[in-house]
């Protein structure tokens, strides 16, 4: 069975990660992606510490396996007349300029349309195409400042902490991709019309945070930073330290601390009309956390996890990611792909969703730099003027 978007053309005018992202999901999904980069290249191919890793990084190859690589001077003659036609012949086109950078070159939506009727324009930025923040320049860390992402973890007594990945930048892209499969879905149903896509990172961290955010818009809720207790607040629903490793615990339903307590074997708990219900037991924390971990002190994390959950109490030992890649526990989750890297085949993550026929993957590597131009050239009836090819590592 075909992959769902195959047939489509995106023309991808993104860079670094949240952009990128999403014309990656797209590309998994079977979509051609033609990725216009600019003399330098997308600065993430240079994003290694490993000097020879730098122009094919593997932070790019990650998100960048399968397009093609065209590279062109938007502001040349040359390099304006093949934009246009790569737009001509467009599906979907996605952007993550500053706002209003492509209008003033001739690119932006309007100027893309005409070219192009029908067409799905994407733009992805900091705060907006609209709004009072939309010419200030954002990363990912700007963004996990300005939203309040950073004073959500950790203890009501600890300074802002950074999520450790770029997880405005990820989350981002992702909704961009979902945003642009809903037009697409649109246009498919209603007439064929086009739309103009406009996702912000700080809106998409927004929606990230709905959990702490929505209770607050309907009633003022405050949010409380409680570090590794589960959001339930729980008492049974935290990290505790075990005779070897840490592990988590997820016991917020009464059958759950009843199961909890016997697989400890501590049943008696229950009965300690202290712990006997929610109430009761939020009251008594501190006692009951400190029965938990004298409990918990008698085996190692990694035998407690099968206990508990045989049990039937969601919990499992505190890891590493490259622990559980090495466990065998995705290898028939269709999670990675193989294609090849620095002369060999390496591996790289999938969209993370599975279908039973004409599902998401890719076998190409993340292309060189521009090295597609003279075939994309070609294919619009254009010379090699204009451009030229790069190369990576």
């Not at 195959?6 to 999901?25: E, I, K, N, Q």
């Not at 969601?314 to 466990?327: C, I, K, Q, T, Y």
């Not at 269709?334 to 004409?358: C, H, K, M, Q, V």
Request: hydrophobic share 40%; charged share 20%.
């Amino acid at each position: 069975m075909h992959q769902p978007l195959s047939g489509l053309r995106v023309v991808d005018f993104t860079h670094v990660v949240a952009g990128p992202l999403a014309t990656h999901m797209l590309r998994l999904l079977g979509a051609e992606v033609i990725k216009v980069e600019s003399p330098g290249g997308d600065p993430l191919r240079q994003y290694s510490l490993v000097p020879e890793e730098r122009g094919m990084a593997p932070a790019f190859v990650g998100i960048n396996a399968g397009k093609k690589s065209i590279v062109l001077d938007l502001k040349s003659p040359e390099g304006a007349e093949a934009a246009r036609r790569l737009i001509a012949s467009a599906d979907i086109v996605v952007e993550n300029f500053r706002p209003g950078v492509l209008d003033r070159l001739g690119f932006g939506f309007e100027a893309a349309r005409a070219l192009r009727p029908g067409l799905i324009y994407c733009s992805v930025s900091g705060f907006g195409q609209t709004g009072p923040l939309r010419d200030h320049p954002a990363i990912d860390q700007i963004v996990q400042s300005m939203s309040g992402l950073m004073n959500l973890s950790g203890q009501e007594e600890d300074g802002p902490i950074r999520i450790g990945i770029p997880i405005v930048d990820t989350f981002c892209g992702v909704m961009a991709a979902l945003a642009i499969l809903a037009a697409v879905i649109q246009r498919e149903r209603f007439g064929g019309q086009g739309q103009n896509v406009d996702v912000a990172m700080l809106d998409t961290s927004m929606v990230l945070m709905l959990a702490v955010v929505n209770p607050f818009l309907l009633n003022g809720t405050p949010f409380v930073r409680t570090g590794n207790r589960g959001f339930s607040r729980a008492p049974t629903a935290d990290t505790f330290p075990t005779a070897e490793g840490q592990i988590t615990i997820g016991a917020v339903q009464e059958n759950q601390v009843r199961r909890l307590f016997e697989a400890l074997g501590r049943a008696d708990l229950y009965e300690d009309p202290r712990f006997s219900d929610r109430d009761a037991r939020m009251r008594h924390e501190d006692a009951l956390q400190g029965e938990l971990r004298a409990a918990l002190a008698a085996r190692a994390a990694a035998e407690w996890g099968p206990i508990l959950a045989t049990a039937g109490v969601p919990a499992g030992e505190v890891l590493n990611f490259s622990d559980v890649l090495s466990r065998g526990w995705i290898d028939e989750r269709d999670l990675t792909l193989s294609i090849p890297y620095d002369s060999e085949d390496a591996r790289i993550l999938n969209a993370g969703f599975r279908f039973s026929e004409g599902g998401p993957g890719v076998d190409a590597p993340a292309p060189p730099l521009g090295a597609h131009g003279p075939e994309v050239l070609e294919a619009l009836g254009l010379g090699v003027p204009g451009t030229r090819s790069g190369h990576g590592h």
